[in-house]
């Protein structure tokens, strides 16, 4: 299993689309090369392919569809994705809801693919609620925070303190508004296994440079939870 | 623009996903080369690029969804389609609905962006209620005999009659259940432009064997259409 | 057939729902009654049965569910609808969309049961789609002006003039953002058949006082129609 | 709070809505009263006020919409459930599902207006989830038996097990094709606080019959915890 503590949200914006994804997608590659912080990124299905096969960070998918082999249209499937060379996927983003069961059945079927589930909830009730389901990592992302100015680490740090003592079976990854390295010092230092961020990188005026302020806030959090540990 | 009169939708069939959908994507190039049909084929959102890439027949979507360029998850953009190479999309198929409103602001962003648009409709009302939108084609398949073992064609043969008669402002394709060379020579001679298939060929012990029939039923129909019009 | 030229949608707001619902369709009875101007109503489910036993103007469901006798949990069918003495509904409201499909069909089984269908859409060409399937009246409302400031007819009075003239099969309703007599006036005039109204009304410091008001724009209008016409 | 162990869904059946529908309640109440079980029921939210009125035992909606007073058509409301009488409602059921994050919206404001909740689950594990959420009661229902010939006690009663054991903050009520005095005897002794039915009784020959039946075998499954518990 690759071990990762940033997970960039590529989105739909077209900056990240394509073969602007393509390009995005080497930018993170030498980031996480460059900083030994493990990066992971999540492209739209039709970008899937081409990322994956160009770059060795993990390439998740945003979402599938709980369809299987056979006649559903326009679906994007667990078997296309595993085919494509994706590492593993997001599923239920407050961007792309799906229901209860669905999620049982997608981290089901992606288990038995050996695709990696990341499932993203709102509150830490309800990752509680998704962490029944036994999915790899838990994402808390409170929905009015994220694109927004202000992070979930500042708007309400309690959040992070909650999901993780709430939610005792699966790894905790928060996100929502995250852009700063401060930001990702702080989740990581209190219990996040990973920071989930989008906008924060894909609209930033330098993306790399971003990026390697993120990954120093992970190097940062992580002697912090070090410290807090001894 | 470019013409075909046969459309294969791949679906999310297992073997006409990922490499099976390349393999699968250049037996129908081949049998379009060596006759001389039009054929178009439509494949996940996963595997444009890479079959678009390869085939140099027109290769469509199943569905896009109508975001732009920003904040949604999970979401497969007109622009990712654009930028894969992909020639256009069906848009509305029974097994993926879009309402009203989207239709007309997909078929809108879809021409915006030089995509062909194919969009389904259950029944003649219905397609005559698209064609107000102003798709580049109107394809008329009634859902129940969808996947079924008897073609549109044999069951309600007036269907296509009606759908010819009431839509006068875009092109008629017909389907659901069309798996012989008879049906493809039937509807092409009685006014489809173009038919489409997909378990006919898909679920075929031999999709090429198949695909050069439904081939031939088009150069048939084609010609009884001429006579008729003599 | 009952004929009426306002048709208020009271939504789910609280001061319209419950026995403010009814207290409130009193108030349109009384205003129909007095001012000799045609008012419907378009209330909750929850709302439809009470309301119709207690006051004599036509009462609207704001929507169904397309479903018949049987499986299924936590719809409302077009028989509860008959039953409770709705004179009709409203279908697929910008507030409340349902595919195209599911429109054909809604109309159809609404006119078995002898229940009258107002269609809406979004745009005078979605509007002429709708049309092709039959419903007593088409109301066009843009989305974008729905609970605004500005009329539709202020906005953009282009919008009726191109509905009135490219749904040449149902008579045309017009709708969104409409609060004063002069808008429901020029509207009328212009060849709606009726307008729809919904915060101009539900959230007026005195409903009744401004129903008046549109029922005298409705008398105006009339008599403007008269005049454009001789 | 009221106590019941019977839950009688009405689903959408023509015979169980409208008029119909407050007939049916009606025998729900007399058998209530004159065997001492308590009985709830489930109809469409265009019968709840009048149901409500008229019958003592507890009415509960099949489903609600998680949005406020305002600007939405065509939803059904909790005030509007409220102001009907409603003593709660059914949220989730696998003919109704929802999104998480609409169930814990959901439950918190049913309760902060005094509905009653019953979260419906397919299985053990989203039972478990939802009831992270803290409705009133936690249902679950193998939606694939549901409506069907076999029920769920008699086809697989390990999962009535696993839910009492793995739901341990709410009561948990079993259903899916629960129709005989035995299966409600079977689930109420091991450890079910309720049974939930729809087809066994409103599609019976003789509804008072058989939920007579049924509330016997409440009675004797109760004797069986009791004796079990001994």
Redesign the interface.
């Known amino acids: 299993m690759k071990d990762f503590q940033l997970i960039v949200?590529f989105?739909?914006?077209?900056n990240a689309?394509?073969?602007n994804a393509l390009e995005l997608a080497k930018i993170h590659e030498k980031v996480a090369q460059e900083t030994g912080v493990g990066i992971a990124i999540?492209v739209?299905?039709?970008?899937?392919?081409?990322v994956a096969e160009e770059v060795s960070i993990p390439v998740l998918?945003?979402?599938f569809d709980f369809?299987?082999?056979?006649?559903?249209?326009?679906?994007?499937?667990a078997?296309?994705?595993?085919?494509?060379g994706a590492y593993g996927t997001?599923l239920?983003?407050?961007?792309?809801?799906?229901?209860?069961?669905d999620?049982?059945e997608s981290v089901d079927l992606a288990r038995q693919l050996g695709l990696f589930t990341i499932v993203c909830?709102?509150?830490p009730?309800?990752g509680?609620?998704?962490a029944?389901?036994?999915p790899h990592m838990v994402a808390v992302e409170p929905?009015e925070l994220?694109?927004g100015d202000v992070s979930v680490c500042t708007a309400n740090p309690q959040i992070l303190m909650d999901a993780v003592a709430m939610i005792d079976n699966a790894p905790v990854v928060i996100g929502a508004g995250i852009k700063t390295k401060e930001d990702v010092a702080h989740a990581i230092k209190h219990g996040a296994s990973a920071v989930l961020v989008?906008?924060g990188v894909i609209r930033s005026m330098d993306p790399e440079q971003t990026l390697r302020e993120l990954a120093q806030g992970v190097i940062e959090g992580q002697k912090g939870a070090v410290e807090h540990t001894l």
Chains 1, 2, 3, 4 share one sequence.
């Open positions: 949200n989105k739909t914006y077209d689309t394509g073969n999540a739209q299905a039709v970008d899937l392919r081409h998918a945003q979402h369809v299987r082999n056979g006649v559903h249209t326009g679906h994007v499937t078997q296309a994705l595993k085919d494509s997001l239920n983003h407050a961007e792309r809801r799906i229901d209860l069961d999620i049982e909830a709102d509150t009730y309800t509680k609620a998704v029944a389901l036994n929905p994220i694109g989008a906008s």
